[in-house]
């Protein structure tokens, strides 16, 4: 398999649990991690797992941070109705997180609803996430299983008869939650727009794994905020781990085989970003780990659990957001030809914590001064445009967020520009 479809695979199962249900994503939470090897290294076996499968440097994946050590085969049912927990607009422009329970009783209802609601908080508590949060709608589906709880221990080979048949030790590997992805997509309804899966289990362990097909989270684990806030990494930004520990690909935005010089000298990875200020304080420059790789940062949330995105990382999550979510709800009238002198009306997604899209009006080319209050409506009635002259008003709506510095790619998917043309 190419490089590039092996990162895609970045949600619940480790490639060889991926072979006998459907492909995925990348193995994130729960894989430990896996010794540093280079492309057509043999196998090797994850600590822990001796008698479990042997994992390439390919099949390895992503893999998140180990816990710190001080810290804390079914017929399916029919679809759920699902709840919507957090509307934003059309899901056919917005991506829809839907979480769905496995191990919750009918009884336990309340517990995945408080479970599931704390994952989506965390998420949306961390830049860019939290600016970003009017792109996603939030949906979840309760479903009831039998039995309580899933299958936590090694053995015995046969899991509990929960409808998303979650255990963890899938490959033999302890932390990594796997989850019948088949069913999970069924049951998580229709799509009608992007979307992704999050599988929430009825478990306090530290586990799960994430990414761009189903998330899985050990609902109860005090760490399940941190890891989706590092999962939604891999998912939306394509992002690589950068512990030292993780295997060496540098294909990944926020990984390098080269250093500063020589990616300032190529313009290469994140050169935009040299030497500037991370969220947390620390410098964006190359830093090198044990696997041969340069980070941007000495820390963040893609190296340990808790920490925040550097700048890359969180250009990469946006540059995400806006591969799947247009800026514009809409517009009124239709662009095109227009009778007369209308309100002329752009929508864009609005931004959290009070930053707006920039709105730019023109007519004839010129600058022209919008109706009062958040920029959105033109009255080209207080033009004074002498009665049958055709006239070309245009709406620029731009993004112009500084956690973007690949300029190119603003203009291409961060910007949008209306035109309509007045007749009569």
Known sequence: MPRSA????????????RRRRVPA???LAAC???????????????????????????????LVPPPDPAGPGRAGPAP???????????PRNRITLVLLGDGFTAAEAALFRTESDRAWRALLQIEPFRTYQHFFNIRRVEITS??????????????????????????????????????AERLAGPRHGPRFVIAVANSARYGGAGGSGVTTLAGGSPDAGRIIQHEMGHTLGDLGDEYDAAPADAGYPNLSAEGADAMLRHRAKWWRWLGATAPDGSTVGAYAGANGLYRPTPDSVMRTLGGLY??????????????????????????????????????????AGGRRLRVLWTVDGRPVRPAPGDGTRLDT???????????AVAATVTDTTAMVRDEGFRARRMTRTVRWVLRG
Request: proline share 10%.
């Open 6 to 17: 092996a990162r895609s695979r970045t949600a619940v199962l480790c490639r060889a649990a």
């Open 25 to 27: 994503a990348l193995v």
């Open 32 to 62: 430990v991690a896996s010794p540093v090897l280079g492309a057509g290294s043999a196998p090797v076996r994850a600590p822990g797992a001796d008698r479990g499968p042997a994992l390439s440097a390919a099949d390895a994946g992503r």
């Open 146 to 183: 039998p039995v309580s709880g899933i299958r936590e221990q090694r053995s015995p080979r046969r899991g509990l008869p929960t409808p998303l048949g979650m255990h963890f030790w899938c490959d033999g590997t302890a932390r990594l939650l796997c989850v019948d992805e088949q069913a």
């Open 80 to 90: 759920a109705a699902g709840a919507e927990v957090m509307r934003s607009g059309d």
């Open 381 to 391: 009635a207080a033009l004074r445009l002498p009665r049958g002259r055709a006239a």
């Open 310 to 351: 550097n700048p890359p990382s969180q250009e990469a999550v946006v540059e995400g957001i806006y591969r799947r979510v247009d800026l514009l709800d809409g517009v009124s009238p239709a662009a095109g030809a227009v009778a007369g002198r209308p309100v002329l009306a752009v929508r864009p997604v609005p931004l």
